[in-house]
Structures are given as C-alpha cells and as structure tokens.
C-alpha cells in the first residue's frame, strides 16, 4: 500500500486561497489514482477532486468546480489542491485518497473506490 501525508491546512478568510499536499511514498503512483475528499462535521465524507496519475485526466464535484484545482508532481509523487475563493461552506478535513486500479468514471467519485488514506488536514474558512 502506498502511504499517504497531507499538509497545507490552516485558517483562511472567505475569498482566500490554500493550497494542499499529499506526499506519497511506498510506491510509484504510475498506475493509480489519487483523489481528494473531505468531511465536515456531522456530515458524510464527500468527494472533491481526483486525478489520474497517468495521461492527468481530472475531475471535480460541482461545488468546487471553478475554484478548485488538482494537478500532481510525478518528481515529488505528490499531488496538490489549489483551492480559491474559498467559502465557510468548505471548512472541513481534507483527505488525500489512492487508488491503484483502472478509471471507472462510475467509481471514481465513491469513498469505497480508494484503498489508501491520508490522516487528513483541516481547513477552516472563516466568513
């Protein structure tokens, strides 16, 4: 399994920017899958964006479609979220998620599609 550390999180006004790591290691991530997820308190655990490692291919939740970047590092093995204009409304703890098997556009977007977790970083947007 391919190990997971997230950074970046922090304090941030509504309209401000941060932009999140997930360094990976144990693997190369040639073949997988890395996405974001985050979860607010009292809610489910809910996807955000998620790229694929080789060829780039990205997709997003309409939520953060427009503000939200994923892009990754193949000399780092690490992906990134630029998130901008940012609203209370994201506050919550980010994850970085792998997954090491082929693209299914049905899948990508499910909790249960990932093998691999991020401990998570907090990301508070204040109003």
């Known amino acids: 399994q391919v190990q997971l550390v997230e950074s970046g999180g922090g304090l941030v006004q509504a309209g401000g920017s941060l932009r999140l790591s997930c360094a990976a290691s144990g693997r190369t991530l040639n073949t997988y899958i890395m996405g974001w997820f985050r979860q607010a308190p009292g809610k489910e655990r809910e996807f955000v964006a998620a790229?694929?490692?080789?060829?780039?291919?990205?997709i997003y939740a309409d939520s953060v479609k427009g503000r939200f970047t994923i892009s990754r590092d193949n000399a780092k093995n690490t992906v990134y979220l630029q998130m901008n204009s940012l609203k209370p409304e994201d506050t919550a703890v980010y994850y970085c998620?792998?997954?090491?098997?082929?693209?299914?556009?049905?899948?990508?977007?499910?909790?249960?599609?990932?093998?691999?977790w991020g401990q998570g970083t907090q990301v508070t947007v204040s109003s």
């Open positions: 998620a792998a997954r090491n098997a082929p693209f299914i556009a049905a899948m990508i977007t499910s909790r249960n599609a990932y093998d691999s």
């Open positions: 790229i694929v490692w080789s060829g780039g291919l990205t």
